[in-house]
T-cell receptor, first 111, second 116 residues
């Protein structure tokens, strides 16, 4: 069975600071891993995904994530936070079809 | 290309009433998924259609929930009778089977259901 754990339901950073959102996964097969973002009153939007090509995945809006098999992690980072990054972020793991999500991390960016 | 749409965006009903949620996937997407997020917890899988067939409905909480996808296009999720614990945001997603590895799912904006 697949599962995802996101450490920290709330993360607060200052504008310009590093963003680090943590995700650990459990999967019985080589996983596909995703980060989605949800802005207020909108649906989930794909930030990036890992599909066994490169372990460092670059996404939209300056975000990237690194797949570390030894640590079963797929943490999301951005070097410099912007006010517009304030949103809720979801890590997800998938086999061929079914996707399982973490509980989400709400990112607050302080001016 | 239009995205996944859901109707209504909000629904407030009383316990014991019936509510039907609708999802229109992206045209040509055979895979359609329903998810639910309750009270800020994780987004939980409910079920998965491939065209009009239920591929996996292991996440459906109980028999008060009925999902259909007649003709393999739009889908409805009916809750009858609704209970307080059914409150939450119901998301629909769709994907194309030939998208390739990783099977990106495209999400709708969700329907916020409140049961009083």
């Amino acid at each position: 069975a697949q599962s995802v754990t996101q450490l920290g339901s709330h993360v607060s950073v200052s504008e310009g600071a590093l963003v680090l959102l943590r995700c650990n996964y459990s999967s019985s097969v080589p996983p596909y891993l995703f980060w989605y973002v949800q802005y207020p009153n909108q649906g989930l939007q794909l930030l990036l995904k890992y599909t066994s090509a490169a372990t460092l995945v670059k996404g939209i809006n300056g975000f990237e994530a690194e797949f570390k098999k030894s640590e079963t992690s797929f943490h999301l980072t951005k070097p410099s936070a912007h006010m517009s990054d304030a949103a809720e972020y979801f890590c997800a793991v998938s086999d061929l079809n079914d996707m399982r999500f973490g509980a989400g991390t709400r990112l607050t960016v302080k001016p | 290309e239009a995205g996944v749409t859901q109707f209504p965006s909000h629904s407030v009903i009383e316990k014991g009433q019936t509510v039907t949620l609708r999802c229109d996937p992206i045209s040509g997407h055979d895979n359609l998924y329903w998810y639910r997020r309750v009270m800020g917890k994780e987004i939980k899988f409910l079920l998965h259609f491939v065209k009009e067939s239920k591929q996996d409905e292991s996440g459906m909480p109980n028999n008060r929930f009925l999902a259909e996808r007649t003709g393999g296009t739009y889908s409805t999720l009916k809750v009858q009778p609704a209970e307080l614990e059914d409150s939450g945001v119901y998301f629909c997603a769709s994907s194309h089977p030939r998208t390739g590895g990783g099977n990106e799912q495209f999400f709708g904006p969700g329907t916020r259901l409140t049961v009083l």
